[in-house]
C-alpha cells in the first residue's frame, strides 16, 4: 500500500498524520507539548515552492511509504494524480493500493491563522504559537483519522481509495 495524507499547505497536519502514522507520536490520549509538535519532521518547514511535491516520510511497520502533498488551491491536483494513479494500475499493472487521506477536516481556526503568519506571511511569532496551539486542539483527530485511514486501506477491496475525512471535521 501506498498511502498519501493531502491537505493545502502539505506540512501542518499532513506531517502530523504521518508521524502518527509512522508511530513517531503514539499517544492518542495526551495533548502534545510544544516541543514534540515542533520536531515533527516537516512541521511547518515546507515552502511555497514544495507544493505538489510528494514528500517522503518513511516506511510503516508493514512496509508501506508514507507520502504527503501541499495541494494550495488548486483543485486539479487530486484529480489529476488519482487519474495518474489509475493509469498505473490499469495499464502498467501496478498492484500496489493506493489511499489518498484529506487531512483538511481537522485544520483548526488557530493552525488556519498560525499558517497564514508563518508560512504566508513569515512572521514565525505570531504564527508559530497559533500553529501549535491548532496543533494541541486537533491532534487527537488527527491520530483518529490515520486510525480511521489504516482500518480503510485493510477492509477496502478497490485499489485506488480516496478518504475525505469529512467526520473528523474541526
Not at 515552492?49 to 495541494?71: M, S
Not at 498505473?88 to 493506493?98: A, D, H, S, V, W
Amino acid at each position: 500500500m501506498i498511502y498519501i495524507y493531502h491537505d493545502y499547505g502539505g506540512t501542518h497536519t499532513t506531517s502530523l498524520a504521518a508521524a502518527y502514522h509512522l508511530k513517531l507520536l503514539d499517544d492518542p490520549s495526551k495533548v502534545l507539548s510544544k516541543e514534540e509538535v515542533l520536531a515533527v519532521p516537516y512541521f511547518n518547514k515546507l515552502k511555497k515552492q514544495d507544493a505538489g511535491k510528494f514528500i517522503f516520510h518513511g516506511e510503516d511497520e508493514e512496509g508501506n511509504p508514507v507520502y504527503t502533498i501541499g495541494k494550495r488551491s488548486s483543485k486539479l491536483v487530486l484529480p489529476s494524480i488519482y487519474h495518474l494513479s489509475e493509469i498505473m494500475t490499469q495499464r502498467y499493472g501496478l498492484r500496489e493500493k493506493i489511499i489518498f487521506s484529506n487531512t483538511s477536516p481537522v485544520v483548526p481556526l488557530a493552525m488556519t491563522l498560525g499558517g497564514f503568519f508563518s508560512r504566508g506571511l513569515g512572521i514565525d511569532f505570531i504564527g508559530v504559537p497559533l500553529l501549535v496551539k491548532g496543533a494541541q486542539q486537533c491532534c487527537k483527530h488527527i491520530y483518529q483519522l490515520v486510525d480511521r485511514t489504516k482500518a480503510l486501506a485493510n477492509e477496502t477491496e478497490t485499489q485506488i481509495i480516496l478518504i475525505d475525512n469529512h467526520r473528523f471535521q474541526a
